[in-house]
């Protein structure tokens, strides 16, 4: 299985693509100002037969929090799998740090700091928390430091070491995703509804985890839902609708935009 | 009650089944990460076994680097080769496709052994022959059976402290969880997934090099022992090694304990006089450990890269099975009698592969015993078609053959697909080592059977049974594509698209199963009477297990969707079996229909499609061709191809791991 | 009577609580909505109400009677019918034979009280109404998901359902034809259908609905008219995040 199918979505692991492989060597992270640490340009993608995305250009600047919103169906975990690698743009370019990297497999953009939590999660439910964490360190992080520095930051997953993932709640398993995402340094942490199906009390303790996260520096895309939390956080937002990207902006302007398409206007 | 032969048996049963034990465990290791169940297990076993065998006995290695030789380099590096060569082309390809390749690479294996080791009945020494065998409470030991013992408990600590405390091992459980998880994480799914084949196979020459001491160095059999390995993976629902070890040590006590048993009541002994059940006791054992799973869930639809093929009408199936018959009618003037022999014989079995056209490409369940049904379907045929060439006996073969059918999937139609084809695996081989060699069965003498007698018309002659043989093949096709149109056919697709979709419309699927397998088998047995009619008698070891493996995968090759397939796999087969015999190679059906299944995972609907698909491309938009097959319909893949079993099972929530 | 009870459903996927105590009910001629945000457990309640799923507790009554013990395709031969959020349409076939089946199936159940030929005419009557006569022919894998959402609703309807269950149905359709879609569901209401909707088009939800539930996080958390729950503060925060003053 070849990573150039072309309209399939892939989730080959073959690398050794030289914009990947250069980007590792200069580090991510040490991009430009002026230039955007992540871009998409004019992005198509299908499933089979079936277009997702017509055409989805957005940009994520270094240090940046930038929020992906719109509502079930329009796109938004299809842009994210072409960020993290697991679906290959039809057309388009997909940039990182100004380098082209279409077809790049999942594993080698994880190992050179795009960190994707993926949507559900994405814990080994059947592995233990340690061993969930143990998991980042094949981003190139050492063991050792993946540990305490998970536990300093989540002392609820230390209590919770030798626990199976899959026995914790849906707030500490996102919680451990979240982690395991840090310790691995990441330039890019993509994160795909983690709000999904948790009490709000608990999207409250990642949201202020997360906002951490993007006071350290690292640039962050968010897609939500319903995301009142994920604006609070975010330098720009987009909204998608059908495949494109149909506004970008600030985020205190989006409400107005949002509940209108959310709840109908009721008010 | 003799408490030491007791304990005698115990004993030995634990050695047994802790050889069983490491061949199953590297069976679920390579299976749950990779989601490809390795057929071949068993043959790379097997192959290991004469490989010792040639190093030491042969050409006089020391054991110490044989078994370096064998276990560490030979086994590892067939696994890894299989795993970058075929295992990863299989992405997104249907049960049938994925079955059918490792099958394929075991029958490679068969054919490929017995040409090398050709005729060489050997028996290979165990370790330490001349040792004094080892006393424990009371009962003796060989020294083989004390490694074999301590070997089995190295492996499974092994396993665990690999899996648990390694982080190469904590990887590999990663990628069971969810492949699309741990690639997220850097992980590179194929390279663990070779690692595990690596290990998988590494395991089965560990288990071929202790379990080749302990039995005849025989190809067939050896390679079948895999259906023990089967049976104890089951226990452990193919994913838990702790379950797969305690299936195994108790599948060699049962195998051990029951014929004890049996000896000693009486009723037993005599209802078992004359049946060679022994050789069978691991089928038994896996039929009733299948009737212990419970697994209700419904299967939903899943994007395969199943090419869809437009169904001849009544008409366009006529005229074909016309030019069909009359084109054997003239070509079988030309002929000599023992090409027409072969040619019959090659037939009738596709008359068996249209069973599987049925089941397999329109139903997308799997059955690996075909013969096991054929074979019940020359039973019929001697009995009640007889020396005269009743025709009557071919409708007595349907009729036997299909509830038979119907017995058989009721334990294998409670779970999945695969569980159905190790199922009517065991089946075959029941019927291939109890039934089918009992007296009373194929007999010895009063195995005389006429060819057809068609109101008062005898087909004794050898070019007119060639067309008979093919008239029956073309009515059958007819009335396969006929229940193909029929309301039946819809609800038989739709059940293949999506048994969750049917069920919510109204559809009883385990109903619409089985009465799929039982037509299958039906069709089967009337094959198996035309191929028994070819010999003029039935014999056993036309039915035999390993036979019912080419017919699946000649048919599969030739594109298991399309009713030609039954056709060019008959002729096929009839080929081989003439060019066999000129080139004097043994089994050339087992290594050609081997090599050209593993390339299925190259072209994975079948070597027909392909075909097909370039003549379309030639004569674009003819009516003409408007039975071949339309353009195909690209399809995303599945997202989560590793674990088949649980496609229905709430998202991020399984039962077990790798354990 | 109501058409469809669930009472007091609890579903426990391992250490997962996905549906806490949920009692709601659909009437005979009526669009009940049911809402949430994701990962609410609407999809869950509609396999615990299909068969497809069994709950750890709790029980579903259909006209009176308890069908909780009943597998997928006798809840179907009794009046059940459903759509899929991920779809499950027969890809192999053309749009037109997935409807064929399931009358087919209908018809023969209802044993020889139809005339020959009637499964021909039920299944064009169902295709134009859909709205599919166009692409009836065309092999349904091949189909936009537009066109999958109408081809299962299509097959649903073929099986002369009671209660019709829609998941997502309007999810890769434009906003004219959303437009229409709801224009249908109305239609099949008015019919005497009961519609039991799961839908994140909440305006259309609220338009067309009779009644609406909110589920969150496996639990009710609402039950009303679309005014009384559009107005709902437990609503509001759902579906945006808790969120002091504003909105």
Redesign the interface.
């Known amino acids: 299985?070849s990573a150039t199918d072309g309209?399939?979505?892939?989730?080959?692991?073959?690398?050794g693509q030289v914009p990947v492989d250069a980007l590792a060597a200069a580090g991510l992270a040490e991009v430009e100002a002026h230039t955007p640490i992540l871009e998409l340009a004019a992005i198509r993608a299908a499933?089979?037969?079936?277009q997702v995305l017509h055409g989805v250009s957005l940009k994520v600047f270094r240090g940046e929090t930038v929020v992906l919103l719109g509502?079930?169906?329009a796109g938004k975990t299809t842009t994210i799998s072409v960020m993290?690698g697991?679906m290959t743009p039809t057309a388009g370019d997909y940039l990182l740090a100004g380098r082209r990297v279409n077809g790049a497999?999942?594993?080698a953009l994880?190992?050179i700091g795009v960190?994707?939590?993926?949507e559900?999660?994405?814990?080994?439910?059947?592995?233990t928390v340690t061993?969930n964490l143990?998991?980042?360190?094949?981003?190139?992080t050492p063991?050792a430091r993946i540990k305490d520095q998970a536990f300093e930051l989540f002392p609820r997953l230390a209590e919770r070491r030798n626990q199976a993932a899959?026995?914790?709640?849906?707030g500490e398993?996102q919680m451990l995703a979240l982690a395991?995402g840090l310790v691995?340094n990441p330039a890019i942490l993509i994160l795909d509804?983690i709000?999904?199906?948790?009490?709000?009390?608990i999207?409250?303790e990642l949201y202020s985890y997360v906002a951490r996260i993007a006071r350290s520096g690292v640039s962050i895309v968010i897609v939500e839902?319903?995301?009142?939390?994920a604006l609070a956080i975010a330098d720009r937002a987009y909204i998608m609708a059908?495949g494109s990207v149909t506004a970008e902006g600030d985020p205190a302007d989006m409400?107005a935009v949002?509940?209108a398409s959310?709840?109908?206007s009721?008010? | 009650m003799d408490v030491k032969e007791i304990l005698q048996l115990v004993v030995i049963g634990v050695a047994m089944g802790s050889a069983y034990a490491i061949a199953a465990s590297g069976l679920v290791v390579t299976y749950t990460t990779s989601g490809i169940f390795n057929f071949a297990h068993g043959a790379i076993g097997m192959l290991s076994s004469f490989l010792y065998w040639q190093l030491t006995v042969q050409d006089g290695w020391p054991v110490w680097l044989s078994v370096i030789v064998v276990v560490l380099g030979f086994g590892p590096a067939v696994g890894a080769i299989i795993e970058f060569g075929i295992v990863r082309g299989l992405r997104g390809s249907s049960l049938a496709t994925r079955i059918v390749v490792t099958i394929a690479l075991m029958v490679f294996a068969m054919g490929l052994a017995t040409n090398i080791w050709q005729g060489q009945s050997a028996s290979l020494p165990g370790f330490f022959p001349d040792a004094d065998p080892v006393r424990f409470l009371d009962v003796a030991l060989s020294v083989h059976q004390v490694i074999v013992i301590v070997c089995a408990l190295t492996v499974a600590v092994g396993l665990r402290f690999f899996l648990f405390r390694t982080r190469v091992g904590t990887a590999m459980r990663a990628v069971v969880d969810s492949p699309a998880t741990a690639s997220l994480n850097g992980i590179k799914p194929d390279v663990v997934s070779q690692l595990s084949w690596a290990i998988g196979a590494g395991l089965a020459a560990l288990a071929g090099v202790l379990i080749g001491p302990m039995l005849q160095l025989e190809a067939f059999a050896l390679t079948f022992l895999v259906i023990n390995a089967y049976a104890a993976a089951v226990v452990g629902r193919l994913r838990s090694l702790p379950m797969t070890f305690v299936g195994a040590v108790g599948l060699g006590l049962f195998i051990n304990l029951v014929p004890y048993v049996v000896e000693h009541i009486g009723f037993l002994s005599s209802a078992l006089d004359g049946w060679r059940y022994q050789p069978a006791l691991p089928a038994v054992f896996l039929f009733i450990v299948l009737m212990l799973i419970k697994d209700s869930s419904l299967r939903g639809a899943r994007p395969t890269r199943a090419r869809t093929m437009r169904v001849p009408t009544f008409t366009e199936s006529v005229l074909g099975s016309a030019g069909v018959i009359a084109f054997t009618i003239v070509v079988a003037q030309f002929l000599s009698n023992d090409t027409l022999n072969r040619l019959q014989l090659g037939f009738g079995v596709g008359v068996v592969g249209l069973s599987l056209v049925l089941l397999t490409g329109y139903g997308g369940q799997v059955s690996l015993g075909q013969m096991g049904f054929a074979g019940v379907g020359a039973f019929a045929m001697l009995k009640f078609g007889g020396a005269s060439g009743n025709p009557l006996g071919l409708l007595a073969a349907f009729a036997l053959a299909a509830p038979v059918g119907a017995l058989v999937a009721i334990p294998a139609l409670r779970v999945r697909g695969l569980y159905l084809a190790l199922t009517t695996m065991a089946f075959a081989q029941f019927m291939d080592e109890t039934v089918f060699r009992h007296e009373g069965v194929f007999g010895s003498t009063s195995n005389a059977l006429g060819r057809l007698s068609i109101f008062g018309v005898s087909t004794d002659g050898d070019k007119a049974y060639l067309v008979t043989v093919v008239t029956v093949l073309c009515l059958l096709s007819i009335g396969v594509l006929a229940l193909r149109r029929s309301r039946y056919g819809r609800v038989l697709t739709g059940m293949r698209d999506s048994e969750l979709a049917s069920a919510t419309l109204g559809i009883d699927p385990r109903a619409v199963k089985l009465v799929t397998f039982a037509l299958s088998a039906g069709i089967a047995g009337v094959g198996g009477a035309l191929m028994a009619m070819a010999n003029e008698g039935a014999a056993a070891e036309q039915f035999a297990l390993v036979q019912s493996l080419p017919v699946l995968l000649i048919v599969v090759v030739g594109g298991v969707g399309m009713v030609t397939s039954a056709f060019s796999g008959g002729l096929a087969l009839g080929l081989m079996s003439i060019v066999g015999k000129q080139v004097d190679i043994s089994n050339l059906d087992l290594l050609l229909t081997g090599v050209a299944a593993v390339g299925l995972s190259r072209s994975p609907e079948g070597w027909g499609v392909g075909l097909a698909d370039q003549v379309t491309r030639i004569v674009p938009t003819s009516r003409r061709f408007a039975f071949l097959p339309g353009r195909p319909a690209p399809q995303p893949e599945p997202v989560d191809e590793v674990t088949p079993a649980d496609v229905t099972r709430p998202s991020g929530v399984r039962a077990g791991g790798l354990v | 009577m109501a058409l469809l009870e669930v009472r007091r459903v609890d579903v426990r996927f391992g250490g997962l609580h996905v549906l806490h105590d949920v009692t709601f009910a659909c009437e005979a001629g009526e669009i009940t909505g049911l809402i949430g945000p994701n990962g609410a457990g609407k999809t869950t309640t509609f396999n615990v109400i299909s068969g497809v799923q069994t709950p750890t507790e709790g029980t579903v009554i259909l006209n009176g009677e308890d069908v909780s013990s009943l597998k997928p395709h006798l809840r179907a031969r009794r009046g059940i019918a459903r759509t899929f959020q991920r779809l499950e349409v027969f890809g192999s076939m053309t749009a037109r034979d997935n409807v064929r089946v399931a009358a087919e199936v209908a018809q023969r159940r209802r044993k020889h009280g139809a005339a020959k030929g009637s499964v021909r005419d039920v299944v064009n009557l169902i295709i134009e109404r859909v709205g599919l006569s166009e692409v009836a022919d065309e092999q349904s894998d091949a189909l936009p998901t537009g066109h999958l959402r109408l081809v299962e609703l299509g097959r649903a309807l073929a099986t002369g359902p009671s209660l019709l269950l829609l998941d997502e149905p309007s999810s890769g359709l434009n906003e004219r034809e959303s437009a229409a879609f709801g224009e249908l569901l109305t239609e099949l209401a008015d019919e005497g259908l009961g519609i039991l909707l799961v839908e994140h088009d909440v305006p259309m939800v609220m338009a067309i609905c009779e009644r609406v539930h909110v589920l969150d996080q496996g639990m009710v958390i609402a039950s009303g008219t679309p005014a009384e729950v559009q107005a709902n503060n437990a609503v509001q925060e759902a579906y945006l995040g808790t969120k002091g003053a504003a909105l």
């Open positions: 299985m309209a399939e979505p892939s989730v080959s692991s073959s690398n499933y089979g037969q079936i509502a079930n169906g993290s697991q497999a999942p594993d994880a190992r960190c994707t939590i993926p559900g999660r994405g814990v080994f439910p059947n592995l061993e143990l998991m980042a360190s094949y981003g190139g063991a899959g026995t914790m709640s849906g398993q395991r691995t509804e709000s999904m199906g948790l009490a709000p009390i999207v409250d839902q319903f995301a009142h939390r059908h409400e949002l509940q959310y709840l109908g009721g008010h």
